[in-house]
């Protein structure tokens, strides 16, 4: 059985850093795509940042310069570190997980695993 777990989540002031963590099970991260999306209430699933199986990263626009996605293959877990927090980044946050298939999706439809989400509040 496939579980993706998050944690790290919580409350912050504007400019400060977290780092969130999903914690894979029954699955391998080092031979998968993996993904951090994030849904604010109103708001369709977007997109934050992509690594895949080589750890090439691709970011969403509003975080370049500001998150890092990383994934840790021997504790099977996936990382954003989120410094310059802005309160439009209030959201759930989401792990994602999809077989490798010679590119990794960047839309949501594309994942067939995902966690429960950790919510990330920022005040300004």
């Known amino acids: 059985q496939v579980q993706l777990v998050e944690s790290g989540g919580g409350s912050v002031q504007a400019g400060g850093s977290l780092r969130l963590s999903c914690t894979v099970s029954?699955?391998?991260?080092?031979?998968?795509?993996m993904a951090w999306f994030r849904q604010a209430p109103g708001n369709e699933r977007e997109r934050v940042a992509v690594?895949?199986?080589?750890?090439?990263?691709n970011y969403a626009d509003f975080v370049k310069g500001r998150f890092t996605i990383a994934k840790d293959t021997a504790k099977n877990t996936l990382y954003l570190q989120m410094n310059g927090r802005k309160p439009e980044d209030t959201a759930m946050y989401h792990c994602?997980?999809?077989?490798?298939?010679?590119?990794?999706?960047?839309?949501?439809?594309?994942?067939?695993?995902w966690g429960q989400g950790t919510q990330v509040t920022v005040s300004s």
């Open positions: 994602a997980a999809q077989q490798y298939r010679g590119y990794c999706p960047i839309s949501p439809s594309g994942y067939s695993y």
């Open positions: 690594v895949d199986v080589y750890g090439t990263t």
């Open positions: 029954g699955y391998t991260v080092g031979n998968s795509c």
